[in-house]
């Protein structure tokens, strides 16, 4: 049961600052999540972000 809260505590700090832009039907869907495609959507958007990253490395401005 601790487990859980802390997850909990943890997964709202995280969304915390995203709080306002989130729509309450987004910020539903992330909380009911399986954990498989809450692990999903984490390597999905690590994966985009790090592609993005190179991206803005490579482009030259």
């Not at 692990?39 to 482009?59: I, N, P, Q, T, W």
């Amino acid at each position: 049961m601790r487990l859980r809260k802390g997850l909990n505590d943890a997964i709202d700090a995280g969304l915390e600052p995203i709080i306002d832009v989130i729509t309450p039907r987004a910020f539903v869907a992330v909380m009911t999540m399986s954990s498989a495609e809450l692990g999903r959507a984490f390597k999905r958007a690590l994966r985009d972000e790090l592609y993005e990253a190179r991206r803005r490395v490579k482009s030259p401005k």
